[in-house]
């Protein structure tokens, strides 16, 4: 089956998990985790996205991004693409260097952002490494030394805890689990089935209608709408129609049978391009600029 696509609105917040392909150590040495941290910051900086904790361990890495006007699918894009030409280079190998998707989980600006905060610093814990909360490549450590270097944005999460700076430290570092030394699991499923019903909660707050959509299309690719319809195969209406169908099973409720009367398309024809991940792969990109320039 296609893919649903990410909605994408200014202020979203996601938790974002990179692996490498099969699983590899992608961030096996320290000199390849300082090159992605470097590449986050870079981006940030292009892309004014927020950041408001990471951990990058040797095979996979957490992050928990706030995006603004650029979606988070842009924004890692870039990074991926960048590190995984560096690390081909200097590998002197070719192909995939992450799995072919990142996972993105929304989450909402209450407890659960805290959660997930230590949920991430915890990963290090969690893998049995010596350093435990204090690993470099962790944004733990800005948060207990107060410093966002850049990358980190720790004023928020540590705003949730108190108003004065002592007191915010001091409850985050109970938070965490430290002065127990004794770090308790957080509840994932919990975790998760929360996360599930805000995504639910926000796409129904961003839902379009079929002629929404269209329209939005039409105008994207500069053509009538009556045209939307006309049996003529020309490469752009080949790819309006297929960018409807896909953002329709996303954003509405429609059947194939109203895709089929609305686009002059048989219902054959449109299942197939629903079921074709690779429709869906090809045209990601105009998909996620459609919906920022036009539709959000």
């Known amino acids: 089956m296609a893919r649903k696509l990410r909605i994408h609105y200014v202020g979203a917040i996601y938790h974002v998990i990179c692996r490498g392909n099969n699983r590899e150590f992608i961030f096996e040495k320290n000199y390849e985790k300082e090159k992605y941290v470097e590449l986050l910051i870079r981006y940030k900086k292009r892309y004014h996205f927020k950041i408001y904790a990471y951990c ?18 842009k924004i890692m894009q870039g990074i991926q693409q960048v590190y995984t030409y560096y690390y081909n280079k ?4 070719s192909g995939h260097v992450f799995e072919q998707r990142y996972k993105a989980t929304p989450c909402n600006k209450d407890n659960y952002l805290l959660s997930l905060i230590r949920y991430i610093h915890q990963n290090p814990v969690r893998a049995g490494m010596t350093e435990g909360l204090k690993y470099p490549y962790s944004s733990h450590i800005n948060y207990i030394s107060d410093n966002a270097d850049g990358l980190v944005d720790i004023g928020f999460p540590l705003g949730l ?25 957080p509840d994932i499923e919990e975790l998760m089935d929360e996360t599930m019903k805000y995504q639910e909660k926000e796409e129904k ?14 105008y994207y690719y500069n053509i009538k709408r009556e045209e939307i319809s006309i049996k003529v195969r020309t490469k752009q209406l080949v790819n309006a129609r297929k960018i409807v169908i896909l ?50």
């Open 247 to 296: 953002l329709a099973k996303k954003y509405t409720d429609v059947s194939n049978k109203e895709l089929s009367e609305a686009l002059n398309l048989s219902q054959p024809t449109i299942s197939n391009i629903i079921a074709d991940e690779v429709v869906e792969e090809k045209y990601k990109k105009e998909m996620d600029s459609l919906l920022y320039r036009v539709m959000r």
């Open 56 to 73: 990058i361990m040797g095979n996979h890495a957490h992050m928990l991004i706030e995006v603004g006007e650029t979606p988070l699918s």
């Open 161 to 185: 805890f108190g108003s004065s700076l002592k007191h915010q430290l001091e409850e985050y570092n109970d938070f965490m689990g430290e002065k127990e030394n004794a770090i308790k699991e």
């Open 90 to 93: 200097k590998s002197n190998r």
């Open 205 to 218: 707050a961003h839902k379009y209608s079929l002629d929404d959509i269209i329209k939005a299309v039409c």
